[in-house]
């Protein structure tokens, strides 16, 4: 049985679309030198320009930052010289959600490890089928890493998306490991291994900073401009996670910083930290969202 109709599928594959030319059109735009807000903010314009609608900031995570960094308002960061630079962006086409990432090397040393991430994401692609397990589908990606001399990060994993939804609350392991897990005929998933050298840790941690944040629930809130802010969230992004820099123009500039304050202290928000390597090693990307078929899948992105 399908998880979703014709009209919903048809939503999928345009959000899709979307996603697959504004990744390769990014991969050609991104540069050492650049500003970073200017390539979220030239892929989230990309998006919106083809028809669609950001499901989440652009992520812009650069060297051992796998994953979360956006730039908030008036970033002042640029893409390194011979930095490896993870862009993964998502859009929606009335909530329908598609996900897709690239990793952009500037860095020859690394190249085949950026190799390696597109190579694991395409060997599970081909694997992929109504009822494969998660774990299976895991240990595919870990031997298909390490046969090329890199490691897995183990505690990040793929994952179902749905309408308004960018993860549906079930996991893809990117190493073999128990779960129960198994992919329906007609579900959505994001298929996204990460990968790094042989000699780091493997796994990620919460950096300091954070950039990315998401509605949870309506509180009770003082200041009339904190309740225009939450107003704007809830009519315009929904449940889905944003940049804090989408809001500026919200309330008058002079009382941006207390609104947006007031929804984090009051918990009308929750926020995602930046994930970084453990022991500091550059990471690399590959994403793509798929459909699933009886006997295998439709790539969507």
């Not at 862009?87 to 090397?105: F, Q």
Request: aromatic fraction near 8%; proline fraction near 4%.
């Amino acid at each position: 049985m399908n998880c979703y109709d014709e009209e919903a599928l048809g939503k999928f594959r345009f959000s899709g679309r979307i996603l697959r030319e504004t990744r390769e059109e990014m991969k050609r735009f991104v540069k050492e030198g650049m500003s970073v807000i200017d390539v979220c903010e030239k892929a989230e314009e990309l998006i919106r320009k083809k028809g669609g609608k950001p499901a989440f900031p652009c992520n812009v995570s650069i060297n051992d930052v796998a994953a979360h960094y956006t730039s908030p308002p008036e970033d002042k960061s640029v893409i390194p010289e011979e930095s490896l630079v993870k862009v993964d962006i998502g859009a929606h086409v009335d909530g329908y959600v598609t996900d897709t990432a690239v990793t952009v090397c500037f860095n020859r040393e690394y190249e085949d490890m950026v190799s390696t991430a597109e190579k694991a994401v395409k060997k599970a692609i081909e694997c992929v089928h109504a009822d494969i397990s998660a774990s299976n589908l895991g240990g595919v990606i870990e031997k298909t890493i390490k046969s090329h001399g890199f490691k897995p990060i183990s505690n990040l994993c793929g994952h179902g998306v749905g309408r308004y939804l960018v993860h549906s609350g079930i996991s893809l392991p990117n190493v073999s490991q128990i779960s129960l897990t198994k992919l329906k005929m007609g579900g959505v998933y994001a298929i996204e291994p990460f990968v790094t050298v042989h000699d780091a840790a493997g796994r990620v941690e919460d950096g300091e900073s954070v950039t990315i944040y998401r509605f949870v629930k309506p509180r009770s809130l003082k200041s009339e401009y904190a309740k225009k802010m939450l107003a704007y969230i809830q009519e315009n992004i929904r449940t889905l996670p944003f940049a804090e820099r989408w809001l500026l123009g919200v309330t008058p500039k002079e009382h941006h910083e207390e609104a947006f304050k007031e929804l984090l202290t009051s918990k009308s928000l929750t926020y995602y930290p930046i994930f970084v390597e453990v022991s500091r090693k550059v990471v690399a990307q590959a994403e793509h969202t798929v459909l699933v078929t009886r006997d295998s899948c439709e790539v969507l992105t």
